[in-house]
Nanobody
Framework: QVHVVESGGGLVQAGGSLRLSCAAS????????MGWFRQAPGKEREFVAA????????YYADSVKGRFTISRDNAKNTVYLQMNSLNAEDTAVYYC???????????????????WGQGTQVTVSS
């Protein structure tokens, strides 16, 4: 069983930054595609960013492109989401997810992920 645990959420003023971390268990972390998703109150869960197992490829939602950066450290079994220039529309619970595959196609689809964390709240005050 793979356990995924997010951390780093909190309250930040508009224009500020936060870095989320996601630690995943398992000796094969380096073969997982990792993704970040978010869900705001009353809205469906939406894709934010994804990174391939080798970190050679990334995807971003248009709404965060140029502001958020996803990265990973396979030696630490950790993936990060650096969030800059935050605004009120970024307020949501952020979830980290892992796919048991090196195939990167379809990484924007939450239905293709096998393991999810409990989420971490990000609140941006305007």
């Amino acid at each position: 069983q793979v356990h995924v645990v997010e951390s780093g959420g909190g309250l930040v003023q508009a224009g500020g930054s936060l870095r989320l971390s996601c630690a995943a268990s398992g000796r094969t972390f380096s073969s997982y595609v990792m993704g970040w998703f978010r869900q705001a109150p009353g809205k469906e869960r939406e894709f934010v960013a994804a990174i391939s197992s080798s970190a050679s490829s990334t995807y971003y939602a248009d709404s965060v492109k140029g502001r958020f950066t996803i990265s990973r450290d396979n030696a630490k079994n950790t993936v990060y989401l650096q969030m800059n220039s935050l605004n009120a529309e970024d307020t949501a619970v952020y979830y980290c997810a892992a796919r048991n595959t090196v195939v990167f196609g379809g990484a924007r689809d939450p239905g293709t992920y096998d393991h999810w964390g409990q989420g971490t709240q990000v609140t941006v005050s305007s």
